[in-house]
């Protein structure tokens, strides 16, 4: 079994979303990247250091939150996070006053001497993201941090990973099968399927306007949609929506014609504006070709 070909990236600052079916490769890629595992053939480097030939600094200014449930019960929180502070090159003394102050960022500090054993999972996904900035890393690699936690949990987890990226100023590469969770709190983007890159950029570019309008009204929009197709403007209504095709060119003028239509028809106007790609439209197949 093939878990990446051929992938080529370049991962930009800020926090990216790396997304992709089950078995896409998301876990294999960032294993590669940490040195974790050996790829059979080509090369990353992460920091500007090879992961295979230079693995140790590439983990003392990387951190990582895997995805499944590795926390050893019988330890404290603490003495947890000081081991993989440690483990980072952090020396005793500055690898606890360091742990002390991860835990305190994430929640923890008052239960930060118990045994993990009796930890939630909201919980555990918090010491494991303690341990992965608790050496003040430049990368963050979080692998399905969400995984398991209810509403609650994961908004708190995911209002958390936004503090990280925007008071420590790390770059952050966060793995997740929930495209809500990608939209919320990334700036960019990475989707990959059977291990191969599809699609990568900003959010914001990926998101871009169509060529289609949008309105919705307090009313029935069928008779609108008639009128203005009078008038030459390829409208459809469905119900309270109206949806307008418009080129970019025409965008003022056929607005300007919603609008005088609308208050014509004395109904109340909701909202008009042009809508935007969705991020489920990537998974779907006409946009998932490979890049090249």
């Known amino acids: 079994m093939t878990a990446l070909d051929s992938l080529r990236l370049r991962v930009e600052p800020g926090v990216v979303g790396l997304v992709g079916p089950n078995g896409a490769g998301k876990s294999t890629l960032l294993k590669i990247l940490l040195g974790l595992l050996q ?35 019988d330890m404290s929180a603490v003495n947890f996070v000081v081991h993989m502070a440690r483990m980072s090159g952090i020396p005793a003394k500055a690898a606890r006053e360091r742990a002390a102050e991860a835990l305190r960022y994430v929640g923890l500090f008052e239960e930060r001497y118990r045994h993990m054993q009796g930890y939630s999972t909201g919980m555990k996904q918090r010491v494991k993201l303690a341990q992965a900035i608790a050496h003040d890393p430049r990368l963050l690699f979080l692998d399905e941090p969400t995984n398991g936690l209810d509403p609650e949990g994961r908004d708190e987890m995911l209002a958390l990973i936004e503090r990280v990226g925007r008071e420590f100023g790390m770059a952050i590469v966060m793995s997740s099968h929930l495209l809500s969770e990608i939209e919320r709190v990334c700036d960019g983007l990475v989707l990959i399927e059977q291990g191969r890159l599809v699609r990568a950029g900003r959010i914001a570019e990926l998101t871009d306007e169509t060529s289609v309008l949008v309105v919705d009204l307090e009313g029935d929009a069928a008779a609108l949609a008639s009128q203005l197709r009078g008038q030459g403007v390829e409208a459809a209504a469905d119900g309270r929506r109206l949806e307008i095709l418009v080129q970019p060119e025409e965008a003022l003028p056929v607005r300007d014609a919603v609008v005088a239509a609308v208050a014509d028809a004395g109904l109340p106007l909701l909202r008009l504006e042009q809508r935007r790609r969705q991020l489920e439209e990537l998974f779907e197949p006409g946009a998932r070709e490979p890049v090249a």
């Open 39 to 73: 790829p059979t053939s080509g090369s990353a480097t992460v920091l500007g250091f090879d992961v295979a030939r230079q693995s140790m600094q590439v983990r003392e200014l990387v951190g990582y939150s895997p995805e499944h449930d590795c926390i050893p019960g």
